[in-house]
């Protein structure tokens, strides 16, 4: 598990300063694996940065949620190729909580 925390950390570091200082009101959680959908890589829940107005003070902060089990069962085997996998599960569930969408995600590459 400490391994899959760094590369989240490493993932994280990776962004561009100005996207860290962005970033509002979101805490990045690891857990095993989504209830629901085992397979899933990662979810965001929350209101993302661009519908957010006056009526959002005293929200509960927006979550994202990395799933460790999925990622490590698909792609354990190379661990340069786990961290790669880990880092666009990151990058593209804080695009949700900037406000990007998954077609846009996907015309992006990052879907």
Same mark, same amino acid.
């Given at each position: 598990?400490? /391994?899959?925390?760094?590369?989240?950390?490493?993932?994280?570091? $990776?962004? #561009?300063?100005?996207?860290?200082?962005?970033? $509002?009101?979101?805490?990045?959680?690891?857990?095993?694996?989504? #209830?629901?959908?085992?397979?899933?890589?990662?979810? !965001?829940?929350?209101?993302? =940065?661009?519908?957010?107005? $006056?009526? !959002?003070?005293?929200?509960?902060? /927006?979550?994202?949620?990395? !799933?460790?089990? #999925?990622?490590? /069962?698909?792609?354990?085997?190379? #661990?340069?190729?786990?961290?790669?996998?880990?880092?666009?599960?990151?990058?593209?569930? =804080?695009?949700?909580?900037?406000?990007?969408? /998954?077609?846009? =995600?996907?015309?992006?590459?990052?879907?």
């Amino acid at each position: 598990m400490i /391994d899959f925390e760094n590369h989240v950390r490493r993932a994280l570091d $990776s962004l #561009p300063a100005e996207l860290r200082r962005a970033m $509002s009101n979101v805490e990045i959680v690891i857990e095993d694996e989504n #209830p629901e959908d085992p397979d899933l890589l990662g979810l !965001y829940t929350g209101i993302p =940065l661009t519908e957010r107005d $006056s009526g !959002y003070a005293g929200a509960l902060p /927006d979550k994202i949620e990395i !799933y460790r089990l #999925p990622l490590e /069962d698909e792609f354990g085997d190379d #661990p340069a190729l786990l961290e790669d996998e880990i880092r666009i599960t990151v990058i593209h569930e =804080l695009a949700h909580h900037f406000g990007i969408d /998954d077609d846009r =995600l996907d015309q992006l590459g990052w879907a």
